[in-house]
């Protein structure tokens, strides 16, 4: 489903070259959640940033379905982007429209009919647990229920792909629970595949079936949840 190869990520800076992605290269299949940790400045960010590639890598190759995302046009990346859904940890709503008009801002971007959007962002709401809420505003919510929104918005468009950009980090445990089980609902309920970056092992542990350990830009460790987290 998303094959990255050798995935190098070099940013220019005013001190000189930063080598956040060394080489990077890892499969995930159809259906799966996979989790990658690793400490602050990793390269967490940069690598699921590349999926979609809002960063365009230094070279190495992501193939999403497929198709291979470095060889496209900005108007063919357009096109693939609506069917990679992300979610960040700050939220990212737009804080002057309502629940409902988040939601529908992708699908209204796409021209969509509003009686589809309507059909649509009222299913979502739904799904997320959010359906007497589609008249608040971002700041009448708490952080999950933000959260909640951010994850309606990312489905809008029916993705294939759902890329979790330290979703949880900006919530606390009890909350980051109720996120992550909504996550693996949604990952079973619609067959979408699933990409968690985060810090915190929980996360890993409780939603996740594989996992690459990250650290200073290449992978320490790859494998399943269990291997990687048993002691022998
Ligand atoms: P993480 O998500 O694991 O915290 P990041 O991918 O954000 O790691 O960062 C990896 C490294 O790349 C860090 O050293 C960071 O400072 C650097 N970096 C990230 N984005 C940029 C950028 N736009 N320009 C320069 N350096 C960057
Ligand atoms: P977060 O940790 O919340 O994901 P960061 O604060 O690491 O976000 O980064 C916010 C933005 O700044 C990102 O777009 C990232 O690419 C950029 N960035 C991160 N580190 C650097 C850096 N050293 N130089 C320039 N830009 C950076």
């Known amino acids: 489903m998303i094959k990255l ?7 220019d800076s005013p001190a000189g070259p930063v080598h956040a992605l060394k080489d990077i290269s890892l499969e995930v299949a159809r259906g ?14 940069t690598l699921i940033r590349c999926i979609n590639m809002l960063e365009r890598p230094t070279s190495g190759t992501v193939e999403v379905d497929g198709r291979d995302l470095t060889a496209m ?4 990346l357009r096109a693939v982007r609506k069917k990679i859904g992300m979610i960040f940890q700050h939220f990212n709503l737009l804080s002057s429209a309502t629940v409902y008009d988040n939601v529908a ?3 209204r971007l796409a021209g969509t009919a509003e009686d589809t959007i309507r059909t649509k962002v009222t299913d979502l709401l739904g799904l997320v647990g959010l359906a007497d809420k589609a008249h608040q ?3 009448q919510l708490s952080g999950g229920q933000k959260q909640r929104v951010g994850i309606a918005r990312a489905l809008a468009s029916d993705p294939s792909v759902l890329l979790c950009d330290e979703a949880t980090s900006a919530l606390d445990p ?6 992550l089980r909504l996550i693996a609902d949604i990952n079973k309920k619609l067959g979408l595949t699933v990409v968690v970056i985060t810090h915190e092992m929980q996360v890993i542990k409780d ?8 650290d200073k830009g290449v992978i320490a ?3 399943t949840v269990f291997d990687i987290f048993t002691e022998p």
């Open 207 to 214: 939603i996740c079936d594989k996992v690459a350990v990250i």
């Open 5 to 11: 190869s050798h995935i190098v990520k070099t940013y």
């Open 221 to 223: 460790e790859q494998g």
């Open 174 to 179: 009890q909350t980051t629970k109720a996120i």
């Open 137 to 139: 505003y971002p700041s």
């Open 105 to 107: 801002f992708p699908l």
């Open 73 to 76: 046009n900005n108007r063919e």
């Open 32 to 45: 799966e959640i996979f989790g990658i940790i690793g400490l602050s400045g990793a390269g967490k960010s």
